[in-house]
Structures are given as C-alpha cells and as structure tokens.
C-alpha cells in the first residue's frame, strides 16, 4: 500500500476564514502541536499580506521545528521575493486555472504559458523545493488542466498542486482526477487541495489520497474560507479507521489542537463534529448504551482513548435503565430498585418537557428528590 503524507494549512488558509486573525503566541503553540503531532509539512502563510506576516512567519522558522515550512505566493514575482525573505525551504505558487477565475483577474491563458518558466525559474534560485498549485483546477477544463500540469511538469517544479477551491468536487471525480492524472503522469507529485462549499471536503480529501495523490493539504477543524477545509483530525482518524493506514499523525495531539484553534478563531465547534465535538462520544439511546457498556465499540468506530476522549453517557428521554445506572454509579449515588422505574419515568418526562437532554444539575436533583421522598 503506498504511502502518502499531509501538509498543514490552518496558519495560511485556516487563518483566510473571515474574522480569524492569530497572534504570534498562537501561531507558535499551533505550530509546535502540529510538530509534536508529527505533521510533516505546514504552510506558515502568505508574506504577501504584511511585513508583520513575514516577522511572523520568520519567528516560526526560528523555532527550530521539524516540519517543513512553505509560503504561499500568488503568480507575481514580487510574491516570491517576499517569500524568500522569510526563510522558508518551500514556495506554493498558485496560478488560476479555469476561465472564471482567469477572467475575474483579467488574465488570460497565454500569460500562464508566459509567465510560468520565468516565475518558476525564480522560484527554483531561491527555494529548495517549488511547488505549483492549479487553482480552480476542479473548474477548468480537462484539456486546459492537462496542457497546464504537462507545462509545469516540464518546468521541472517539484510538485503539482490541485485546488477545489469552491468545493465543487464529489468523491467519484476526485477519483478519476487522480488514478487518471497518476497514471498519465507518473513521475510527478500531486496534491490535493480540498474544500467544503458542499459538504464533501473531507471525503474528497480522503478520496483522494486513497487514489493515487501522493499528499493533501487540510486544517484543524476545517477552519477556513467561507464552509472551510478538510478537517486534519478527521482525515486522520478516517485513514486509520477506514483505510487502515497510519498516515504518521498523532490523533490525540490534533484532538487537543481542535479544542485550542476553536477557542483562538472564535469558531466554536458543533456539538456533533466527528471526532472532537463534543457529542462526538457522547451516547442516550438505551439500546445504544447497554451494548457499549458490554463492548465499547458495540456503537463506536474506534475507542474514544486513542482520540484522547472518554465515553459518556447522557440522560434523556431516550435513555435505558443501563445507561441510567452508570451515571448514577459514576456520580455514588443509587435509587431503590422498587423505585427506579418510576425515577426513570420522572426523568424522560422531563426531558421531554425541557425538549433536550438533562443537565447533570437536573438529573441529581430529580435523584435527591427520590432519595428523600423514600
């Protein structure tokens, strides 16, 4: 099974969400769990933005992390200048590449063929390692992204990036993209760049790296522009649990960036995100809770633990006697058995009155309140 790797954006795209803006201290802590995750690869951002941008970026760099840091750059010479300022190993150039972005710029198909062996031939005296990104590659037609990769490829850039920059993409043409473009280029290296305008970011992420892309580029909880990216610690839990492959990132570590990135930008995460929502292990339903208190998976993909969770159960209307009695074992107290059924009957009702679960609040007082009226 080939083996593929993935690269880290959330300082870059992941800051692009409107309204997000990180401090150098949060730039750093981020970077630092990344690194400590074992993400080989992260896009520190763009010098283009500010001369404090590239202060930022260059004090990331001075950390000493073992990832490799690359810039983000427009097709503009000064871009890549500005990158190089920085003191990163590696560039991203990003050309437009479908008729809609080229001509809301006012570029045209012949100013890539023209511009590209100059501007890559600059990049290549300044960095180690140039990779060129098609952006709106999933909106270009196929014979211009063909002509497009064959000139980059003869360039001889280090890597080719695809960008569903709108999030247009489905699995099954990601699919084709890559066992197509992989197969008609062999020697060359891709990636994906994945976005989630329709909900399909992640699978198209995943789909991706399991036909053939050899990396992709995604960020902690998805932040990003307008629906976001794919989610680092759902594709990471989805290789391991799906594809069976450790991609070499520590769930754990990325479960815990989730809850800090979420607190930083402002964007709290939906109780029911996979993976570090709050609900994500989190279960009610009776039936649910008696087989999951005799095997842990019985309703789970994989433990809680190797996410750096626990599991818990809820009481609500939807709750059975087992789940029930764990809450009240974990919490020391216990109800009568002659009395427990008219407890459960107090609590369901009520939760169907509130039309939501209980608070644990809520739960122990109905409790005390059956303890004392014995």
């Given at each position: 099974m080939r083996q593929f790797y993935l690269i880290d954006t959330t300082l870059r795209d992941g800051e692009q969400a409107p309204g997000v803006v990180f401090s150098l201290e949060e730039k750093i802590r981020i970077a630092s769990t990344l690194d400590a995750a074992g993400v080989p690869e992260l896009e520190?951002?763009?010098?283009?933005?500010?001369?404090?941008?590239?202060?930022?970026?260059?004090?990331?760099?001075?950390?000493?992390?073992?990832?490799?840091?690359?810039?983000?750059?427009?097709?503009?010479?000064?871009?890549?200048?500005?990158?190089?300022?920085?003191?990163?190993?590696?560039?991203?150039?990003?050309?437009?590449?479908?008729?809609?972005?080229?001509?809301?710029?006012?570029?045209?198909r012949s100013w890539i063929m023209n511009e590209m062996d100059r501007l890559i031939k600059m990049a290549k005296d300044h960095f180690q390692f140039v990779s060129v990104g098609a952006q709106d590659a999933s909106r270009a037609a196929e014979n211009d992204l063909i002509e497009f990769v064959s000139a980059v490829h003869t360039s001889g850039v280090d890597r080719i990036r695809f960008a569903d920059t709108v999030g247009v993409l489905n699995p099954m043409q990601v699919h084709n993209w890559f066992t197509r473009f992989v197969k008609r280029y062999p020697s060359v290296e891709f990636e994906f760049h994945g976005h989630n305008d329709l909900g399909m970011g992640t699978a198209n992420t995943f789909t991706a790296l399991t036909s053939g892309c050899h990396c992709a580029s995604v960020t902690v909880n998805g932040l990003g522009e307008r629906a976001g990216n794919a989610a680092l610690e759902e594709i990471v839990a989805g290789l391991s649990t799906s594809y069976h492959v450790d991609c070499g990132v520590n769930l754990k570590k990325t479960v815990e960036l989730s809850d800090y990135v979420a607190e930083i930008s402002g964007r709290k995460l939906h109780a029911s995100k996979p993976i570090s929502g709050e609900m994500a292990f989190k279960h009610?339903?009776?039936?649910?809770?008696?087989?999951?208190?005799?095997?842990?998976?019985?309703?789970?993909?994989?433990?809680?633990?190797?996410?750096?969770?626990?599991?818990?159960?809820?009481?609500?209307?939807?709750?059975?006697?087992?789940?029930?009695?764990?809450?009240?074992?974990?919490?020391?107290?216990?109800?009568?058995?002659?009395?427990?059924?008219?407890?459960?009957?107090?609590?369901?009702?009520?939760?169907?009155?509130?039309?939501?679960?209980?608070?644990?609040?809520?739960?122990?007082?109905?409790?005390?309140?059956?303890?004392?009226?014995?």
């Open positions: 520190v951002g763009t010098p283009a933005i500010s001369d404090e941008e590239i202060a930022h970026i260059k004090r990331i760099i001075d950390q000493g992390f073992n990832f490799r840091s690359a810039c983000w750059a427009r097709a503009m010479e000064a871009d890549i200048l500005l990158s190089a300022k920085t003191g990163v190993s590696q560039i991203n150039i990003s050309f437009p590449v479908s008729d809609i972005l080229l001509n809301s710029m006012g570029k045209s009610e339903t009776g039936i649910h809770c008696r087989s999951l208190r005799k095997d842990p998976l019985a309703y789970q993909p994989f433990l809680p633990s190797e996410a750096g969770r626990t599991i818990s159960f809820a009481a609500g209307k939807h709750s059975g006697k087992a789940s029930v009695q764990k809450i009240l074992m974990d919490l020391g107290m216990e109800i009568e058995e002659n009395r427990f059924n008219e407890f459960m009957s107090s609590l369901k009702n009520h939760s169907s009155t509130q039309k939501r679960g209980l608070t644990e609040e809520e739960f122990v007082e109905i409790v005390r309140c059956f303890v004392s009226c014995k």
